[in-house]
Structures are given as C-alpha cells and as structure tokens.
C-alpha cells in the first residue's frame, strides 16, 4: 500500500491528453515539492517534473505538472505511442520521525 | 555527460550479504546527495537510503533499518549500499540516483539514474 495513490492505469488515444493524479496528506504532497518520472519498459525511471512543475532539459512541454492542497497530476499532450510507459509520483514524508522519501504506485499508460 | 552505473548484484542465500556499488562519472560527485532506489519485480518504485554530500548525513527506509549501511567515497567518485541479513522481500532491481534535495529543503527527486542491478534472495 503505497503513500501516494495514483491510479493503476490509463488510457488515450495518440494525439489527445490524458491527466494523472497523484493523492497524498498533509504530511507529504501538502507540504513537500513533487516530481514525476517516466518509465520506459525495460528501462531506469526517468524525471519529468520537478519541484511542482518545473521540466528537466530535454523534456518536451507536451508534459506538464501541477499540484493543488494534498494532490498532484500530471498532464501529457499530444499523446505519442512512444509515451506508453509507467509513471510515478514522488515527494518528501514527513509523517515519521527522520521522515522519508515516498512513491504512489505508478500508473500504466496505455497509447490506443 | 552524466553515468551512473551499478554493480555487485546477483543471487544471495535468506540471511546472507552483498555489497553494492555505484561509479560516478560527468558531474562534481562530491556536491550532491546520492540515493539507493529499488523496485521489486513487477512492483512500484520504493526509496531505500540517502546519503548527503559529505557522508554527515544518511536516512533509511524503514524496512531496511538497521540491515543496510550505505555509504561514499567522494576520491573515488563512488556509492556503496552494504546489505546484511537480506530477506526474501529485499530482491529487486536497485538503482543509484543523483538526488537533488538536502537535509535542509528534502526537496529530493532524482534526475539521474543507474541502469540498476538484480538482487535475488533465494535458498
């Protein structure tokens, strides 16, 4: 049971958007940057937002990210085939003592 | 550019140890925090462990507490995250991340990654 929920998956046809959510507390997205990584199959994860909303060089504006009170999303444009892949939430957790680095538990895209 | 690549992965007995490692290269390794990253196979993304810039500073996930030690080597651009007492729920896929955030701001997202190594805990 994952800190951030996120949705198993989602679908789109290429071309169109699709949006991701990412839920968490106060003691986590509430409070805490967010990031968001992309992961090809077969392949290390890879950031996409940082700090909110902020892109990485190299990654195409189609991707975006915002965050509002204790959730997160993620919005892809113009969807391409090659972004079929999981993707992952990611933030600061408070709720214990040394506090820790905390995951949702990915979403699976899926290109129609 | 930027490398991260990790080694000393492989298949290890209930109870038993591994070292891992994590060579650096492209970027002042001694400027930033490092983090051990591992994913189950099949399953989502979990933290392991950070470490801050100069080794004064480390977190663990609870579920690794008190098992793993990781560990730097700023001369020698490296990463190292010591496994003991491993368990059937320890095997993975465990990658080394560039970690951006400190223990000040815990802004800590990772934009750079290893290509990860497998650990299997198996009799």
């Known amino acids: 049971q994952s800190v951030l929920t996120q949705p198993p998956s989602v679908s789109a046809a290429p071309g169109q958007k699709v949006t991701i959510s990412c839920s968490g507390s106060?003691?986590?997205?509430?409070?805490?940057?967010v990031s968001w990584y992309q992961q090809l199959p077969g392949t290390a994860p890879k950031l996409l937002i940082y700090?909110?909303?902020k892109r990485p060089s190299g990654i195409p504006d189609r991707f975006s990210g915002s965050k509002s009170g204790t959730s997160a999303t993620l919005g892809i444009t113009g969807l391409q085939t090659g972004d079929e892949a999981d993707y992952y939430c990611?933030?600061?957790?408070?709720?214990?003592?040394?506090?820790?680095?905390?995951f949702g538990g990915g979403t699976k895209l899926t290109v129609l | 550019q930027v490398q991260l690549v990790e080694s000393g992965g492989g298949l290890v007995k209930p109870g038993g140890s591994l070292r891992l490692s994590c060579a650096a290269s492209?970027?002042?390794?001694?400027?930033?925090?490092m983090s051990w990253i591992r994913q189950a196979p099949g399953k989502g993304l979990e933290w392991v462990s950070y470490?801050?810039?100069?080794?004064?500073?480390?977190n663990y996930a609870d579920s690794v507490k008190g098992r793993f030690t990781i560990s730097r080597d700023n001369a020698k651009n490296s990463l190292y995250l010591q496994m003991n007492s491993l368990r059937a729920e320890d095997t993975a896929v465990y990658y080394c991340?560039?970690?951006?955030?400190?223990?000040?701001?815990?802004?800590?997202?990772?934009?750079?990654w290893g290509q990860g190594t497998l650990v299997t805990v198996s009799s």
């Open positions: 991340a560039r970690d951006r955030g400190t223990v000040v701001t815990h802004n800590h997202d990772f934009d750079y």
């Open positions: 492209g970027f002042t390794f001694s400027d930033y925090y």
């Open positions: 470490i801050s810039s100069s080794s004064s500073y480390t």
């Open positions: 106060s003691s986590n997205i509430g409070n805490n940057y």
């Open positions: 700090d909110n909303n």
């Open positions: 990611g933030t600061w957790d408070s709720s214990l003592s040394a506090g820790r680095v905390v």
